[in-house]
């Protein structure tokens, strides 16, 4: 990382593929921070960072360092701020900045929603190309017995305004998230909500509990049965299987995944399935080692 001018509270997350970008903190924490599946945030109380604060920085960043092809606005909910105060940030950075050609956040579904058409597109024209939203299930009974604050509709809705507003979307579906009982229907309802908003990105996470998994039974309830190993790369496979998208890149390369897939569903689906068929034929010659499994 470069010796800049940033004050960081941690703990920081971003994305794999804005490992290369500008982490700018304009926001600290989750303002939601109640899904049960989530332990990112738990440690950190919500706050927006003093604006002043946030501007002296991307001033002070600018002076400091060359062009910069993306910068990623952090924490886990960046989006909540207000479009007057994105505005702001963003204008600061295309001032101050030189060489951005993306600038991306956290979303969720409900931030996009509040928002009229015309401020999400004011908000691409000041630089905001890219959102990544976690959808985590398509399914409404998932959805809530996680806390996750959304339903399916409401994913499907807010993600089509992004993208109508010339913001490009990447999707979070989590793996083993809805244990084996309902990991058919999971798969199958996050593979329809794809479907109905065809992203330009779509990346598959594997459910972990680095902290233990007492806090996502006690809110899933009764009967949540962890998936295995096969069961994993079946629902994987049923995933995959139901999709019917055009342009997306898929991707499971995640550090908590235990098989990569990398592929443009719509052209490479069968290549994917065939791919995912055998690992669970061959798994111990084509899946990570547990050991470099990680959130």
Same mark, same amino acid.
């Given at each position: 990382?470069?010796?800049?001018? /940033?004050?960081?509270? +941690?703990?920081?997350?971003?994305?794999?593929? +804005?490992?290369?970008?500008?982490?700018?903190?304009?926001t600290l924490g989750c303002s939601w921070n109640r899904c049960a599946f989530c332990e990112m945030y738990t440690g950190k109380?919500?706050?927006?960072?003093?604006?002043?604060?946030?501007?002296?920085?991307?001033?002070?960043?600018?002076?400091?360092l060359g062009p910069v092809r993306r910068v990623f606005l952090a924490d886990g909910d960046a989006f909540v701020l207000s479009t007057r105060r994105l505005l702001a940030i963003l204008e600061a950075i295309r001032t101050h900045i030189g060489g951005v050609q993306r600038v991306s956040a956290y979303a969720m579904p409900r931030q996009i929603l509040r928002r009229p058409r015309e401020e999400l597109a004011a908000l691409r024209e000041a630089g905001l190309r890219l959102l990544y939203v976690g959808v985590e299930s398509g399914d409404d009974e998932v959805l809530?017995? #996680?806390?996750?604050?959304?339903?399916?509709d409401s994913t499907?809705?807010? /993600?089509?305004?992004?993208?109508?507003?010339? #913001?490009?979307?990447?999707?979070?579906?989590?793996?083993?998230?809805?244990?084996?009982?309902?990991s058919q229907r999971h798969a199958v309802a996050s593979a329809e909500v794809l479907n109905a908003v065809q992203p330009e990105y779509a990346a598959v996470l594997t459910l972990m509990h680095p902290l233990g998994d007492a806090r996502f039974r006690a809110a899933f309830g009764p009967g949540y049965e962890p998936l295995d190993l096969m069961?994993?790369?079946?629902?994987?496979? =049923? /995933?995959?299987?139901? =999709?019917?998208?055009?342009?997306? #890149?898929?991707?499971?390369?995640?550090?908590?995944?235990?098989?990569?897939?990398?592929?443009?569903?719509?052209?490479?689906r069968e290549r994917l399935l065939a791919e995912v068929r055998l690992a669970m034929a061959r798994p111990q010659a084509l899946?990570?080692?547990?050991? =470099?499994r990680a959130l």
């Open positions: 990382m470069w010796m800049l001018p /940033l004050r960081y509270e +941690e703990p920081v997350y971003r994305p794999p593929s +804005e490992a290369e970008s500008l982490i700018l903190q304009v109380r919500f706050r927006p960072r003093p604006e002043a604060e946030v501007l002296a920085e991307i001033r002070a960043v600018g002076a400091r809530a017995r #996680i806390r996750k604050g959304e339903t399916r499907i809705q807010g /993600l089509r305004r992004a993208r109508e507003a010339g #913001i490009a979307v990447s999707v979070m579906i989590i793996n083993g998230l809805a244990g084996r009982a309902l069961g994993s790369l079946r629902e994987m496979e =049923t /995933l995959i299987a139901h =999709t019917a998208l055009e342009r997306t #890149i898929f991707r499971s390369d995640h550090a908590s995944n235990r098989l990569v897939l990398k592929g443009v569903l719509g052209r490479d899946l990570r080692p547990e050991w =470099t």
